[in-house]
């Protein structure tokens, strides 16, 4: 089945998918430095906590590759790849897969095998080593995805004993999938795992205000490969669940995850908090989906978490392709339009913090994760090596 690529990348040359102009135009800006990904990031032209990890580790890459470090020191050397991926880090703070990408890519620069190497040889091996960190964050990503899917997939289908002749229905908040990752997806690949085993019967997703990358990307990855679904507004869940959760089988709330702190408490888009307190009230399962390198074991709860708050005209403006009289849409204008009245205070935090108390499941590329006897969530066993 074909996919979206939010990322195109060969060594020497970063193509970034610009998810502004979607779903009515496919664009694709070429992106070559730190301050380029730093502004595709900010501006949001890309998102998504893994795709932002790895726009900022490979447009990095493509600078050293192009010739960007002067430094006329192995140790120079390390010092610029380190203050351009700090640089880097303050696009978007609250995702954590950004971080531990640099600490990664670090690490990787730090531990290149220099001993006894002339000047342009030790820089040349600093570089490469890089690179191909860089580069491995790009091809583990795709892994990752799919395993989630499957391990989603799995729980899911033992929960509710979904059958090709029972499927099950879920609801997805934000935008989760092939636009926000290398590729498959996280939660959306959840659902696409389920799709493809005949265990989906429908699935819901949110527009995801004020940022729409529910009805922007979502739907559109949505009806791009033909799974059955339905459009949403935010506040529409608690019906949708009164309503239809027995006739449709809805059986669970599916996110992704911008961090996951030690206990469990889990930061995502904005809507993802009360969402889980409506799956909760309605007996429907609410389910995280986040890579390892989602998760943040050195923060011990939610509150913990910077949370970063976006501009007001988010909420006050919209902009988008202008639609003709005869309904079809004219990409070559857009039009930015007022939502409110433009002197109205505004407050727009871009993420809040869901309690692990009202999450059922964390599915991890290594498995899924449920709490124990003590209420929280138990990394150990999918994280042995940075468990403390």
Known sequence: MATLQAIKYERGRLLVLDQLRLPHENHYDEVSTAEEAFECIRSMRVRGAPAIAIVAAL???????????????PEET?????????????SRPTAVDLSNAISLLKLAARAAK????????AKAAILNSYIEAAEKILEKDIENNKSI???????LSQQFNARRDRPISVLTHCNTGSLATSGHGTALGIIRTLHS???????YCTETRPYNQGSRLTSFELVFEGIPSTLITDSMAGALFALHRERMNIGAVIVGADRVVRNGDTANKIGTYALAVLARHHGVKFV???????????TETGEGIKIEERKPEELT??????????GSVDTSRTARVATADQRIGVWNPAFDVTPHALIDVIVTERGAVVKGADGKFNFSQVLPERWR
């Open 197 to 203: 085993e005949g265990l989906l019967k429908h699935a």
């Open 317 to 326: 403006q919209i902009t988008g392709a202008v639609v003709n009289a005869d």
């Open 149 to 155: 899917g499957r391990y989603g997939s799995l729980w």
């Open 288 to 298: 995280v989906a986040a890579p390892t390198t989602s998760i943040d074991l050195e």
């Open 59 to 73: 447009a990095h890459a493509v600078e050293l590759h192009n010739g960007s470090c002067t430094a006329t020191t």
């Open 114 to 121: 220099i001993e006894g190497l002339a000047h342009p040889e």
């Open 78 to 90: 390390v010092a610029y790849i380190e203050s351009r991926l700090d640089f880097l880090r303050e």
